[in-house]
């Protein structure tokens, strides 16, 4: 019945009533909430097996002195046939370690909003191709010691039939993060990387995503 789960980090400036928090349809609560929708901290989706698998010497920073306090867990359900009385009991469940890990884990999302002012596709046609990009001068807010890529997470709705990310360096293509020529809406997993990518400040890369 699930058919993926989000979890956002919410903006800095996020006030909430820790007594009464936001709960329901999203669309029922989407004013409450739009402070929550934009940065993810994780998901998973059908096809997916474990939502983590990353090197011992990462970890996510909850708590302490991060500066994020509230998360949203969002899960799309898919009940086509609307049957009634169904019941879900997902979630996510943090473990957290004593030992403060090497490297701060996070994710960095790239593409188009699923909306008219990000993807508006003309009707009648065969073929359609959306082309986004994460320019130079969006890299330049990494840290000064740049960021190592792990892994790609691919996901589109059901109109997406190919999806790929790749990085340019000096206005060349030089590799893939992933390349899912045949994507599968119902199959959608996590792509572990072979070997870390390195994104420093050096050489700013163009990220590109379809």
């Known amino acids: 019945m699930v058919h993926h789960l989000l979890m956002y980090e919410c903006d800095l400036k996020a006030v909430f009533d820790d007594k ?3 709960d329901g349809e999203c669309d029922d609560i989407y004013r409450q909430i739009i402070a929550c929708t934009t940065n993810i901290a994780g998901g998973w989706a059908v096809g997916g097996e474990d939502i983590v698998d990353f090197p011992e010497i990462t970890g996510y920073p909850v708590g302490g ?3 994020i306090k509230y998360y949203m867990i969002q899960i799309h359900y898919d009940n086509p046939k609307l049957t009634p009385n169904r019941r879900d009991s997902s979630g996510i469940r943090f473990y957290l370690g004593k030992e403060l890990r090497q490297y701060d884990l996070g994710y960095l999302s790239l593409g188009a909003l699923p909306n008219p002012s990000g993807i508006a596709i003309p009707p009648k046609l065969d073929r359609f191709i959306i082309d986004a990009y994460c320019p130079t001068e969006v890299t330049q807010s990494f840290p000064q010691s740049g960021i190592t890529v792990l892994g790609a997470f691919p996901h589109t709705h059901l109109q997406g ?17 992933f390349n899912a020529e045949a994507y599968d809406f119902n199959y959608q997993f996590q792509n572990i990387l072979s070997r870390p990518i390195a994104v420093i400040l050096l050489v700013l890369p163009d990220t590109t995503t379809r």
């Open 20 to 22: 009464n928090l936001p």
């Open 65 to 67: 002195d991060f500066e």
């Open 161 to 177: 039939q190919s999806v790929w990310t790749k990085i340019i360096r000096n206005k060349k293509a030089v590799e893939y993060l």
